[in-house]
């Protein structure tokens, strides 16, 4: 049984994402290919590049394209990651926890304690309520 989504066209979305994103980035990948293309063959040739406004429409395109895109996977990357450093929190967790027992046992002796002569002190008082001082 899947899960329910926040969102019920998230599938759609994400697919569009992985579509559209790819696409706008290539198209952006082609403008700034051509404009330094135009660039440098000009100025082999002593003549004026005719498209150098192509990097500053690609550019912005590249970008674009690259979040989108960044979004439609960001699932699977999130899965990817947590499949990385879950282990390593896993071992880490052990690592301190065998490592701080004896600590952890000295503490929870001296709480214990601590609440045993509280508790015993407040029935040697014959079960009187205790008045507590603010200062």
């Known amino acids: ?10 599938h759609g979305t994400r697919n ?3 579509v559209i994103g790819p696409i706008i980035a290539v198209v952006g990948l082609i403008f700034i290919i051509v404009g330094m293309v135009s660039f440098f063959s000009a100025a082999g040739s002593f003549g004026s590049p005719k498209y150098t406004w192509c990097p500053c429409v690609g550019m912005p395109l590249l970008f674009v394209g690259l979040v989108l895109s ?11 990651q947590a499949g990385e450093i879950a282990p390593v929190g896993k071992d880490t967790f052990n690592y301190i926890a065998d490592g701080t027992k004896g600590g952890v046992k000295t503490l929870a002796t001296a709480i214990r304690e601590g609440l045993g002569a509280g508790l015993g002190g407040a029935a040697a008082a014959g079960g009187q309520k205790m008045k507590i001082r603010c200062h």
């Open 1 to 10: 049984m899947e899960e329910e989504k926040i969102d019920p066209g998230h």
């Open 16 to 18: 569009v994402l992985r």
């Open 70 to 80: 960044s979004m439609g996977y960001m699932g699977k990357i999130a899965r990817y």
